[in-house]
């Protein structure tokens, strides 16, 4: 999709925990909490509170208010998307909530885009979240359980990013957005989902690069989601399968947010990846002059406690939106 009337980012806001504040980027986050519960009950209210404080703070950035948006998008990975239904209840705007797993908010940027594009909205607030103790309670084993990760696991992002989409303004912009198709090449290891979403991942660039026409260096940082360093990997061996060689432009957010000596193996993961280094990290990046086009592909493993105690293999999906600085140039 190539958005004629490109919809501008008028402001982006992120909050993360205390593990994302004490990695590289900490200090590119507007809020680092102290704790996990962040003075709540548990940690899934803990996440519904940062999520709403995420929005409200993007929101504010944009000198709008909750009567100025037209929609919110917004999605999680909790359970029925609880944390985005419940920070809609507090918001009351007109509410999709959105499941692309860990791919969410790429999804959501470029279905806020499709609106905006067409001439359905003027604003859109979009976002995603997630927190480590309720990704772990769901997904794996509950953290108080100690049980020993794999190597290639992946450290679940707690915290949540949110970006302000207008018809006009001042801003980077959307230009384009390739959606990706379900991909599953059989990876059944749920301590390995950086491996299950490279295939997704690398065949929604390769479409990308094809439909517009460009090579890999027409983007100053091309990253994906949470693939972490073993999905990395594989993503630049498929697309040399293509001959398609990925230069070091290419990164990914679940290496970006985390240091190696912060223990977290293989890297981050969850909804909040790829948000809050796009909203901390890359927007800051641009509106700084040091990268003017960005191709974010938000990954996600489709999988659930069910299917996985089923035997079911893992499906990844991605989806790619690209952002040029308003100035042009590489």
Known sequence: MAFQQAPVILSHASIVGPKEGEGPLGDVFDKVLEDMYYEESTWEKAEQKIFLETMKLALAKAQLTTDDMDYLLAGDLTNQIITANFTARSLAIPFIGLYGACSTMYESLALGSMLIDGGYAKYVLVGASSHFATAERQFRFPTEQGVQRAMSAQRTVTGAG???????????????????????????????????????AADTFLRHLQDRKISPDFYSIIATGDLGKYGRQLVVKLCEQQEVFLTQSYTDCGILIFDESQDTHAGGSGCGCSAVVTCGHLLREMEQGRLTRILGIGTGALLSPCSSQQGETIPGIAHAVAIEASGGGR
């Not at 384009?176 to 295939?199: L, N, Y």
Request: charged content about 15%; hydrophobic content about 45%; cysteine-free.
């Open 162 to 200: 949110a970006i302000v989409l207008g018809a006009q303004g001042e801003g980077p912009r959307i230009t384009h957005a390739t959606i990706g198709k379900v991909i599953d090449f059989g990876q059944g290891d749920a301590s390995d989902m950086g491996s299950a979403m490279a295939p997704a």
